[in-house]
């Protein structure tokens, strides 16, 4: 991943499509969802949960194709 000054978020992947993403003006600081922090004391027995949801910080702007090498290959001879 790799975050520009100009508020781009390019992310590179090994084995799919690279994206290009732009950071939206939400924050998600409005939003009613609970604040979790490692640094929380937890009670003994305590746990925390959350359930995942779909982007809403980040608007996709490109998608660029694989170009990833071939890892495995199987040649068969069809001729005999």
């Not at 100009?6 to 499509?17: K, M, P, Q, R, Y």
């Amino acid at each position: 991943m790799c975050v520009l000054k100009t508020g781009f978020l390019f992310v590179a992947s090994e084995f799919g499509n690279h994206y290009l993403y732009q950071a939206d003006c939400h924050l998600g600081d409005d939003d009613d969802e609970p604040e979790f922090s490692s640094a929380m004391p937890l009670e003994e027995g305590d746990t925390f949960f959350y359930a995942p949801r779909h982007l809403q910080n980040l608007v996709l702007v490109d998608e660029l194709d694989s170009l990833s090498p071939i890892m495995a290959c199987q040649i068969a001879d069809l001729g005999r």
